[in-house]
């Protein structure tokens, strides 16, 4: 909650916070290497790594996720899974694409997920004159088994500790743009496993975006080793069984 944009004092509240709850415990598990790196300072902390892991979505079939979706007919689909919250930046896949649209005219953006910042999403969508293109779904039972249905995946957060939604569209093989923040790079190598993005930059969101629809068979290879790494790394067996070493050790 720290790396989040609040008031200095918040964060020196929750730092503090931080600070004692570390101190009181025997062991800290971090979820990310990034995580790691921002409590490293703390004093008195005995700290170790066991990297978020789960199992892979029941996924239901293209046609019938993307039924449940809407009306999306042939449409190329960008989907994202995020709670409506400034952190997840969907303004910036909005903005993105409102630029892309010219080009692409057969883009849709769709958001499973609900929040305190739909009314702001809802009226950045109206002003830039996108209601035909954009889709906040609200709250979606199970909306990772509707992960097939997406052309592609985004994930541009201000801050993640290392980011489910983006494991999940690993394990669906789906072409993923994220930002460069928190635990993103471990799970999203540049040009490796999907394409990172700076933080609160539509336009370099943007770039990346058209990147992957101009060549197809680079985004279905970085697809495919994003899946790759996703079941051999962030396995929920592979969590229990270092977090159960924890508890040994």
């Known amino acids: 909650a720290s790396n989040e944009a609040r008031p200095f004092w918040q964060k020196i509240t929750f730092q503090m916070l ?11 598990i971090c ?11 703390f004093p008195f902390s005995h700290m170790t790594l066991v990297k978020l892991g789960i199992d892979a979505p029941q996924f239901v079939k293209r046609a019938e996720a993307r039924k449940k979706l809407g ?7 960008l989907g994202m899974v995020a709670e409506l919250h400034p952190t997840k930046r969907v303004e910036d896949a909005i903005r993105a694409l409102k630029e892309l649209k010219p080009q692409y005219p057969d883009l849709a953006l769709i958001v499973l997920g609900e929040g305190a910042h739909r009314e702001t999403l809802s009226s950045l969508v109206e002003e830039l004159r996108l209601a035909d293109s954009v889709s906040l779904k609200g709250f979606v039972s199970d909306a990772s088994t509707l992960l097939h249905g997406f052309d592609m995946f985004l994930m541009p957060s201000r801050t993640e500790a290392l980011g489910y939604a983006v494991i999940e569209a690993g394990y669906a093989g789906l072409p993923t ?9 471990e799970v999203i190598r540049h040009k490796e496993t999907g394409l990172l993005v700076p933080p609160e930059n539509p336009h370099a969101l943007a770039r990346a975006i058209r ?3 101009d060549e197809p068979e680079y985004a279905k290879h970085l697809a ?22 924890v508890y040994k050790s």
């Open 71 to 77: 009306e999306i007919g042939k449409r190329f689909v």
């Open 18 to 28: 931080y600070a004692l709850t570390l101190w009181l415990s025997h062991k800290t």
């Open 224 to 245: 495919t080793r994003l899946q790759e790494v996703t079941t051999s790394r962030f396995s929920k067996e592979k969590m229990i069984t270092e977090t159960e070493e």
């Open 177 to 185: 743009v994220a930002s460069r923040v928190g635990g993103l790079p």
């Open 211 to 213: 990147i992957l629809l």
């Open 31 to 41: 979820v990310s290497e990034a995580i790691q790196r921002d409590v490293r300072w």
